[in-house]
Structures are given as structure tokens and as C-alpha cells.
């Protein structure tokens, strides 16, 4: 049987009632009558888990076509036995329209993705069956039961997996050509879950608040299976327990890759975790700071981020020539507006070399989503997060949602200057220093007047 697994890409511009099309499944409209264009590029630096891995994990007896609509065009009228949509929030009217398309023509649709976590029953009313929770259990049941022609509206995992003996994904069913450029980077994860409890994130809740890690050989075999120099360890927080990085660190050492990932910022104060990570081939990690304001970090339940140690933490960094990248967070209740300008200053007196600016955004499942709506606070509640690019779905604590959006536009305007940028980068003359001048272009670009600001690939 022919299964078709597509990763949709989303719509540029989109409007208040988002989930429309023209009937053709290009995506020309956007179902409140105005113009609409799918967001497509002809390459991708960073090479998705997804899409592989859902593709090793099903039976041999299914011929499997992976489709990253983003870089690819999809072709609603090949044939096609079963067709499996994996959706986040902000491509979710996408896949909607996508699932439409194919139901029309008699092809059942399946989906999940950390959207139907949350938005299950709206995921059930635009396919046939709906997966919500980690793949592993459910998806061979779907499979099975497409087949049988006796899917059930709804599938949820029996608990979650230990992550021993997960499969290799199926890059040899990707077109590598459309994943190019110098730093093309495969994903591997490495862990899942996070042993922290962030007001804003809802990663804790799809992924789960159990911190799970995968046993160390089996993620050097699959390195070494793939047979690249690049990898991104796709967790949302890496070295979440200590023991078990630190062995996985000392097994990197000799593959001679070089690595980049996300975790919290009180790991850079061990010197020893530090050593091992640049020694094992650290080229660069993404980190959470948030928030230059201890106030607004304490009401994000994110006490381990403390202001007073910031200095401590980026010198950690710099003098191991490290590449890293920072995240901020602005329009938490309380915030002065004075925030931004504080936070550039910082930036530029510390040298950061890269940075990301993210409106407050509440995700469903979370506390701070059920305080902000009970409040009235969330702008379009059915509308967050479905906008790609920079937008402002909150009331802001100052100004309006338009002048929310224009700082936030303003600050990646000014950080990503040329003298900005010749002030605050080294020469480019290691690896890592080429990263952070690379991600400085790429952010350049995203800066610019016509182009959404916040860049879905920056890993």
C-alpha cells in the first residue's frame, strides 16, 4: 500500500478565519477572501527527525513517500493508499487544507504532531484519525488498522517510551539535494522530556515531564549511520541528567562531529561538563535566558536564570570559543518597556553573538495560557499561534500589539547591523566563529521589511 507522510509548510500572509483554500490545495487563499502564498524555499540547512523516522518505524509491507512541503511540491492527484500529516500549530490551517483535499478525492488522512496534543478534537473534525502522544506504540496500530479499513477517531500511546532501541531514520527515502549549504546538519535526539517547569512552555506536556534518555551507543551507531560531521541533538533540554551526557560526550570524542544543541544556562558554570563538551566537538548551543529582569524571570518560574551570574556564563562560553545563541522573551506582565533598550545594551556589551527576540506567546495546555485567557488577554484565542513570524497574539503590559511588533522588528534591526555585527563577532577563522557569522546573515535576511522575522530553520 502507498503511504504518503507530509510535513506542510504554511501560509506567508493569513487572515482571522485562516483554514481555507481555493479548492486546488495551493494555497491562494486563506478563507476570509484575501490573497494568500505558501511559504517555500529551494533548500533547508537543517535536515528534520520527523519525517525519517516516522518512515522506519512502519511495517515493511507500506511503500513510503516523505514529503517536506517546504522545498518540495506536493501533488494532491498521485496516487496515494494513505496519507499521514504531521502538523504544529502554525502550519495546522495547512495541514487542514491538505487533509481536505485528499479526503475529497476518497484517501483516508491520519495526523498528529504537538498541535493535536492540544487541538484533538479540532484535528478530528479534518481527517480520519487523529494521534496524540509519542509515536512508537500508536503508529504501527494506525497503519495496521488503515489497512483493515477500521481506524478509530482517536489513538493515545499507554505510556511513554524509554528510548532503547529506537529505530534509524530513513534518510535513504529523502532527496539530500534539497538539503544543502555549508553547515548542513542532520538531527539525532538524544533525550526527551525536561526536568524543568516553565510557566510558558508546553514542550514539558506533548514530550513529557519525565526527563528520558536514549542509551548512549545506540546514538553514536546512528551517527556513525549516517555519516555526517554535522549533528544537532534535537532535545529540548540536553544534559537534563549529567551522568548520562557526560557518557555520551566521552563516546562523541572520537567520531570528530561537530555538534550543536539547546540547554539551560547554569550547565556553563561546570567547568568540567564544559571541557567535555568543547573536547567531544561543541560548535554550538541555543540557550533560554529570556530575560535580562530577575522579576520577570521569577513570574516565568524560571529561578535557575539568574541576571547576577549572566557575566559568568557567557565568559564560560567565550574563552572556550564556543558559538552560542540566546533567547529572549518580551511582553511578560510587569515588563517596562525600557526592557528593550536594557537588553541591547547587554547584548552589545557582552559581545553576543547571536540573538532571537520572541513576542510572549501563550501555548495551550500551559498555566500561563488558562491565567491569560481567563484574564482576556489572548488577543484571537483560536488564531495563537497560527501566524508565522513575529506576532503579537497577547495585550500587551505597554503599548499596543502593532507597537509590540515593531520593537521586536526594531531589535532585530539595529542587533543585526553591519557595525553591530563587526563590533560584537570574532574573525571568522575557526568553525565556530563562521557559525555565529552565519546565523548573522540568516537573521539579517529574516530582519528585512518583506520577510517574516522569526526564521523556523535557524538551528
Not at 93 to 116: D, L, N, Q, S
Not at 139 to 166: F, S, T, V
Request: hydrophobic share 35%.
Amino acid at each position: 500500500m502507498k503511504l504518503k507522510i507530509i510535513q506542510p509548510t504554511y501560509h506567508k500572509n493569513i487572515g482571522a478565519n485562516g483554514n481555507g483554500t481555493n479548492g486546488n490545495g495551493n494555497g491562494n487563499g486563506n478563507g476570509n477572501g484575501t490573497a494568500s502564498t505558501l511559504y517555500k524555499t529551494k533548500k533547508r540547512g537543517l535536515v528534520g527527525l520527523t519525517l525519517p523516522y516516522l518512515a522506519a518505524l512502519t511495517p515493511p509491507e507500506w511503500d513510503v513517500e516523505l514529503i517536506d512541503e517546504q522545498i518540495m511540491d506536493l501533488d494532491l492527484d498521485a496516487p496515494a493508499d494513505l496519507v499521514a500529516v504531521t502538523t504544529w500549530t502554525v502550519n495546522s490551517w495547512r495541514a487542514y487544507e491538505i487533509a481536505g483535499e485528499y479526503r475529497k478525492r476518497g484517501v483516508p488522512v491520519i495526523m498528529g504532531g504537538p498541535h493535536t496534543f492540544f487541538h484533538g478534537d479540532e484535528a478530528a473534525e479534518h481527517c480520519d484519525a487523529v494521534g496524540i502522544g509519542e509515536g512508537e506504540e500508536i503508529w504501527p496500530e494506525m497503519l495496521a488498522d488503515a489497512a483493515a479499513g477500521r481506524l478509530k477517531k482517536i489513538y493515545r500511546p499507554p505510556g511513554q517510551h524509554n528510548l532503547k532501541g529506537l529505530p534509524i531514520p530513513r534518510y535513504d527515502l529523502m532527496d539530500m539535494k534539497k538539503y544543502g549549504g555549508r553547515f548542513r546538519t542532520h538531527s539525532v535526539q538524544s533525550s526527551r522530556g525536561c526536568p524543568f517547569k516553565c510557566e510558558f512552555c508546553s514542550e514539558r506536556f506533548y514530550i513529557g515531564d519525565m526527563y528520558r534518555y536514549r542509551p548512549a551507543d545506540e546514538i553514536v551507531e546512528e551517527i556513525k549511520a549516517l555519516g555526517v560531521k554535522n549533528i544537532f541533538f534535537a532535545d529540548s533540554m540536553f544534559a537534563g541528567r549529567k551522568v548520562a551526557s557526560f557518557e555520551l560526550m566521552e563516546k562523541l570524542i572520537p567520531l570528530k562531529i561537530r555538534w550543536s544543541t539547546l540547554w539551560t544556562t547554569y550547565l556553563c558554570k561546570d567547568q568540567k561538563f564544559m571541557d567535555l563538551a568543547k573536547r567531544s566537538g561543541l560548535l554550538h548551543v541555543n540557550m533560554g535566558m529570556e530575560s535580562i529582569d530577575e522579576e520577570t524571570l521569577q513570574g516565568m518560574n524560571k529561578r535557575f536564570n539568574k541576571p547576577d551570574q549572566y557575566e559568568e556564563i557567557l565568559s564560560s562560553l567565550r574563552k572556550r570559543g564556543i558559538s552560542y545563541s540566546l533567547n529572549f522573551v518580551f511582553g511578560w506582565e510587569n515588563e517596562k518597556p525600557q526592557v528593550f533598550e536594557n537588553t541591547l545594551k547587554f547584548l552589545d556589551h557582552h559581545k553576543v553573538p547571536v540573538a532571537y527576540f520572541y513576542i510572549l506567546t501563550p501555548h495551550k495546555g500551559t498555566p500561563l495560557y488558562d491565567r491569560m485567557k481567563k484574564d482576556g488577554k489572548i488577543i484571537d484565542v483560536e488564531g495563537v499561534r497560527r501566524e508565522p513570524g513575529t506576532h503579537c497574539d497577547i495585550v500587551p503590559p505597554y503599548g499596543t500589539p502593532e507597537q509590540m511588533e515593531d520593537r521586536i522588528h526594531g531589535m532585530y534591526q539595529r542587533f543585526y547591523t553591519w557595525p553591530s555585527m563587526l563590533k560584537r563577532l570574532p574573525m571568522p577563522v575557526t568553525k565556530a566563529n563562521i557559525a555565529s557569522w552565519y546565523l548573522n546573515f540568516s537573521q539579517r535576511r529574516m530582519a528585512s521589511v518583506d520577510r517574516t522575522i522569526q526564521n523556523f530553520d535557524w538551528a
